[in-house]
């Protein structure tokens, strides 16, 4: 084989060791004391996940603070910086960042990503250009998919919608929306569905993000996801609003969002950033209980959104690290769900981008990474670190484990 990981845990069982044999690319065979022969790497008892999947990541606007002097505002104010400093974004600048993140993203064990871009009469296509680009330059290490999307309104903002098709026809994979900046959030969404159908696209929407929960914009994506037979295809993100909302209203979502097939995204860290602003004190952390929503059904991803921006002025690209800033956000303290958290940055995240080929058994693509760590609990509430990566089979990162040099 071309390669054995030899001494390894899987996600599902950290008591049995197994070594997992690659070959072409993909998972050859998984056993007990495997006979093959080929390169060998033992991973000493560490766990052994399928990559990373980050389902909602903003490549085009990262690593833009030294440019933005908002970097402590709600979520107007995050907007408005980012809609200044993108009149002047090119797609080498564009590129340069995206890399940067890109780069991070790696480094933390993540295979597969789906990046928002947004388009505009602003910043035109140039964002576009620029992440498509690093599409291809990074495919040897991670498959990236566009989610083009108008950040500040579709109808109100002529030209944007061509812009978005033009995006469409040239490679971007999923269209999205951000209703709750249109003057007519019903019917943005209304020609985001008609995108989606004429393009036989995903569809992966920024919904619901305020803390007024007296009004949800989910309720009309899941009408319309029934309608044109989108369940499984499409996705949210945010959707802040059921972090204030009544129980009973909370369970009404759930069951709406299970019943019709569409998807959640949380994104922890700029949601506890942007929320809970308009309050002197008690500030509310503003983030929805994502391992609520899976008891009703509904699938659901954490994601990173934002990294080193007005949205988010931090960031490491560790999906890790967002599981386990949710768990502490949500008061997440059952085993069972601090191991949700962990699927919803792997199965779960890989479930939502529909990706083929995605997971621990023979015949999937080798798109693996090794925490140094025995189990996904583990990984979570003790932050383990990423220490090998590969994609398709190719190791693409190593991190040394970390030593205590003790004195003679």
Not at 58 to 71: A, P
Not at 96 to 118: D, N
Not at 288 to 294: E, I, Q
Not at 345 to 368: F, K, P, Q
């Amino acid at each position: 084989m071309d390669l054995i990981l030899r001494d390894a845990r899987l996600p599902g069982d950290a008591a049995t060791s197994v070594d997992i044999g690659i070959e072409d690319g993909k998972i050859a065979a998984i056993a007990t004391d495997l006979a093959a022969e080929g390169e060998t790497l033992d991973v000493a008892g560490r766990l052994v996940t399928p990559g990373f999947v980050e389902t909602h990541i903003h490549l085009d606007k990262s690593c833009i603070l030294d440019r933005c002097s908002d970097q402590g505002g709600d979520i107007t104010g995050a907007i408005a910086e980012v809609a200044r400093a993108k009149g002047s974004f090119t797609p080498e600048d564009v590129y340069a960042r995206g890399r940067r993140t890109v780069e991070k993203c790696i480094l933390q064990g993540t295979t597969h990503m789906r990046t928002q871009l947004e388009v505009d009469p602003v910043v035109g296509l140039r964002g576009f250009e620029g992440v498509l680009q690093l599409v291809d330059d990074y495919r040897w290490a991670i498959d990236i998919e566009i989610c083009v999307f108008p950040q500040e309104g579709l109808l109100n903002n002529p030209g944007t919608e061509e812009l978005m098709v033009e995006a469409m026809r040239r490679g971007a994979r999923v269209v999205g929306g951000a209703p709750y900046t249109d003057s007519d959030p019903h019917g943005q969404i209304d020609r985001v569905f008609a995108i989606a159908r004429e393009f036989d696209a995903d569809i992966d929407m920024h919904l619901d993000l305020s803390n007024d929960p007296t009004t949800l914009d989910l309720d009309y994506v899941c009408e319309l996801a029934e309608r044109y037979g989108r369940g499984g295809r499409t996705a949210i993100g945010h959707v802040t609003k059921l972090a204030y909302a009544e129980p009973g209203t909370f369970a009404d979502a759930a069951r709406r969002l299970a019943d019709s097939g569409v998807a959640l995204t949380v994104l922890p860290s700029t949601d506890l950033f942007l929320m809970g602003r308009d309050q002197a004190c008690g500030q509310s952390r503003g983030v929805t209980h994502a391992h609520r929503l899976l008891g009703y059904g509904v699938n659901c991803s954490l994601s990173t959104n934002n990294v080193l921006n007005p949205f988010t002025p931090f960031g490491d690209c560790s999906l890790v690290r967002m599981a386990n800033l949710n768990a502490n956000i949500c008061h997440v303290g059952a085993a069972h769900d601090v191991v949700e958290c962990f699927n919803m940055v792997t199965t779960r995240a890989a479930r939502l981008m529909n990706i083929d080929g995605y997971g621990l058994e023979a015949g999937m693509s080798a798109d693996l990474a090794v925490l140094d760590c025995d189990s996904p609990y583990a990984a979570v509430s003790e932050l383990a670190p990423v220490l090998y990566a590969f994609k398709r089979g190719r190791r693409t990162m190593t991190r040394p484990a970390a030593q205590i040099h003790r004195p003679a």
